[in-house]
């Protein structure tokens, strides 16, 4: 797995750019503005190319964009559905200005209507703000802890999402913190395994665009989600040294989400996937010969 942050661009993008290099991430997850309001200052064009240039000189891949919060692509609301399209849609030609491949965004609630009803207007929303934003950057849809009418708490309603997009360009992300929540056991080895083989049945890994590597302040299955430090949670140490170690998702982007309550929570974070990956690494080694094993 290739290893990147979400960092914000509240100090201006130059500064991400060099944080993003100080930090040598593999890949990068981005605000590409205000996360908690509709109104977005317009990008520097200048500024904007400046980052898309630097961004393809350290090689970064994937660098997506999160949506704001506030957006609601399922909102039974007809006004602010139609609000949510118009800024995702905003978003999605920012990402391309940025020289980001996608959007990533949560499905939306569905507040008392049905799953159904939820599923095919998420999809529709998702749709016309593709369409409103022309060619260029994708839109990967996330999953969620689920509950209150959120749709993606389940890698069904994902793959069902998806399959109501055809030939558009759209993935899915995945957190692990946001899996547990909604119920996934992904603690430890074998759990983690188990889980991975789910999400090849129903999305398929290639499909799996991102992944948010996320630990967990509360039980699995309790549609809370509060991100902590990597091993320091609930999913724990035995599911992130999986996923470093896990072949299928060598190529993979994970993406950290963690508190950022010290200055060296970043570093920290990163430093621990790294050692994860690095050990996984000299075991895969020495298993490849067999006369070594056990020393
Ligand atoms: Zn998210
Ligand atoms: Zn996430």
New binding site residues.
Partial sequence: MRFGLHLSVAQGLEATLAQAKKLRLECLQIFAGTPRTWRQKPLDPDQAAAFRQGLAALGLEPVVVHAPYLINLASPERGLWQRSIAALAEQIERARALGAAAVVVHPGSRGQRGLDWGLARAALGVARALEAAGEGAACWL?NTAGGGGHLGGGLAELAELLARLPGRPVGA?L?T??AWAAGYDLAGAPAVAGFLDEVERALGLERVRMW?L?DSLHPRGSRRDQHTHLGRGLLGGGCFAALAAEPRLAQAGGVM?TPKDSPRADPRNLAYMRRLRTLAGRRGRRSEKPWLAGS
Wanted: hydrophobic share 25%; net charge negative.
């Fill in positions: 996330e992300v957190d913190a946001h948010h996320n989400e």
